[in-house]
C-alpha cells in the first residue's frame, strides 16, 4: 500500500494506514496526538514497523528512553517483511535515537535521494535540534537549504510543511524577508502547524520586529495545547521579543510565570537550552530574583551525565552562574571527552566553557578572546542563530550575570 505522499507501506489494513499517515502529519507539525495515532495504527496492524519506530522517535524526543528503545526494538524486530524504503528509514530512526548525528545525516542524504517524499525521514534532518543542524558542519545551514529546495518537485505545490521549511532556511541565512514571507504563506495555508508558528518567531526576531511575534503569538497559540512540544519554546521567544523591545519586566514575569514553571511538562532537551539561555539573557541585564535553582534542579535530574555540545553550552551557563568551578571544569571533561571521540563541534563548547571560566577569574580580556574563538565557529553548534546570539551577547558584556543563589 501507499500513504498519502505516495510512499510504501506494508500492510494489509487500510485502517491502519489512515492512522500512521495522520500520525507522521501531526508529528511533523510537532501537534499533539501523534503518539496515540501511532499508537492506534499499531493496535490496527500489530506488524506496522514504521508505527512503532514512530512511537520510539517521539517518545526519545520526550526523555522517555526505556519506551524508546522498547519501541525501537519490536520496529527491527517487524523490519524483515518490509519494503526498501521501511528497512531504510528504520535505519535512519536508528542512527537518530542512538545519538549518531554524522553517520544519520549521511544515511538521510542517501535515504531522500531514493526516496525524496518520505516526509517522516526528512523531519530527522530540518530541525533546529535535527541531523544537520547537529552534525557539527559549519555549512550545515545551506546543505539544508540546497536539500529543500531540491525536494518541492517531489511534493504538491505550495506544499505548506516544505515552504516553511524552505523559508526558515533563507531566514537563517540572511534572506529575511523572502524567508519570512514564505513562512507567512505556508502558515496562512495550514494554520495548525507549531514548526510552522516556531518558524514564524525566527522570522520576526531576525527581522527586528518584535512586536509584530507577539502580536501573532496570542491568537495562534488559543489553537495549541499546553503539552504540545513547541509551546515551551513558543513562549521562550515571547520573552526573547519582550527584551528586544526593552520591557525587560515583561520578560521576567513569563519567565517566572510561564516559561519555568512549564519545564516539568515539556521535552526535557527544549527545557534545557530554553531555560538556562534565557535566565542567563535576564542576568546580563542585572534583572534580580531570576529562578536559577529551579532549573539547575531540572537540568541536573534530566541531564546528569551531561549532554551533547549544545547542551554542555547550557549546562555551563548554570555551572557559571552558581560560580560552581566543579561543575564547570566537569563541562569541560565531557566535552574533551566528545572531541576526542570525533565531535567536530565539542571544541566551540569548549571554547565556551574556557571563556566562561575567564570571566568567573575576571580575566576579561582572555574571557573575550576564548568566546571570540566560540562565536567563529558557534555555528557548528547547531541550534538556530537567536540561540547562538547569547554567544555574542556575552562577548559583548565582558562578564557574565551575577552570581546565582542555591
Not at 539544508?144 to 533563507?170: K, T
Not at 511575534?213 to 512540544?229: D, K, N
Request: proline share 4%.
Amino acid at each position: 500500500m501507499q500513504d498519502s505522499l505516495g510512499n510504501s507501506v506494508t500492510t494489509a489494513s487500510d485502517a491502519a494506514l489512515r492512522l500512521l499517515d495522520n500520525a507522521i502529519d501531526m508529528h511533523a507539525r510537532a501537534w499533539p496526538g501523534a503518539l496515540d495515532a501511532a499508537e492506534a495504527a499499531a493496535r490496527e496492524d500489530p506488524e506496522l514497523a514504521i508505527a512503532h519506530a514512530l512511537q520510539a522517535l517521539i517518545h526519545g524526543m520526550w526523555g522517555r528512553r526505556a519506551a524508546a528503545d522498547a519501541s525501537m526494538s519490536r520496529a527491527l524486530q517487524l523490519a524483515r517483511g518490509c519494503s526498501a524504503r521501511e528497512k531504510s528509514l528504520l535505519e535512519l530512526l536508528e542512527h537518530v535515537l542512538r545519538g549518531r548525528m554524522q553517520a544519520g545525516l549521511a544515511w538521510l542524504l542517501a535515504h531522500m535521494r531514493r526516496f525524496p517524499s518520505d516526509l517522516l525521514a526528512m523531519t530527522t534532518g530540518v530541525g533546529a535540534y535535527g541531523l544537520f543542524a547537529f552534525s557539527g558542519r559549519s555549512d550545515h545551514n545551506e546543505q539544508r537549504l540546497l536539500l529543500l529546495d531540491d525536494l518541492e518537485r517531489h511534493y504538491p505545490p505550495e506544499y505548506p510543511w516544505l515552504l516553511a521549511n524552505r523559508g526558515w532556511m533563507r531566514i537563517e541565512l540572511g534572506s529575511v524577508n523572502e524567508g519570512l514571507e514564505m513562512a507567512l504563506r505556508a502558515i496562512e495555508s495550514r494554520p495548525e502547524n507549531a514548526h510552522n508558528a516556531h518558524i514564524v518567531a525566527h522570522g520576526f526576531h531576525e527581522a527586528h520586529r518584535p512586536a509584530d511575534y507577539l502580536a501573532f503569538l496570542p491568537g495562534w497559540l488559543e489553537r495549541y495545547l499546553e503539552e504540545g512540544l513547541m509551546w515551551g519554546h513558543l513562549q521562550w521567544h515571547a520573552a526573547i521579543a519582550e527584551l528586544a523591545q526593552g520591557s525587560d519586566e515583561a520578560a521576567l514575569r513569563r519567565c517566572r510565570d510561564t516559561i519555568v514553571p512549564h519545564l516539568t511538562r515539556g521535552a526535557p532537551f527544549m527545557g534545557l537550552a530554553d531555560g538556562p539561555s534565557l535566565l542567563w539573557s535576564l542576568g546580563l541585564r542585572d534583572l534580580s530574583g531570576l529562578p536559577w535553582d529551579v532549573v539547575v534542579r531540572y537540568a541536573s535530574e534530566h541531564f546528569p551525565n551531561g549532554s551533547n555540545p549544545f547542551g554542555e553550552l547550557h549546562l555551563a551557563m548554570l555551572a557559571a552562574a552558581l560560580r560552581d568551578e566543579n561543575a564547570l571544569a566537569q563541562c569541560a571533561k565531557r566535552l574533551e571527552h566528545l572531541a576526542t571521540g570525533g565531535s567536530p563541534n565539542a571544541r566551540a563548547a569548549l571554547s565556551w566553557v574556557a571563556g566562561l571560566q575567564s570571566l568567573m577569574e575576571d580575566d576579561q580580556d582572555a574571557g573575550e578572546r576564548h568566546l571570540g574563538e566560540c562565536e567563529e565557529e558557534a555555528v557548528r553548534l547547531g541550534g538556530s542563530t537567536a540561540q547562538r546570539s547569547i554567544i555574542a551577547q556575552t562577548r559583548q558584556a565582558r562578564r557574565i550575570p551575577a552570581p546565582a543563589s542555591r
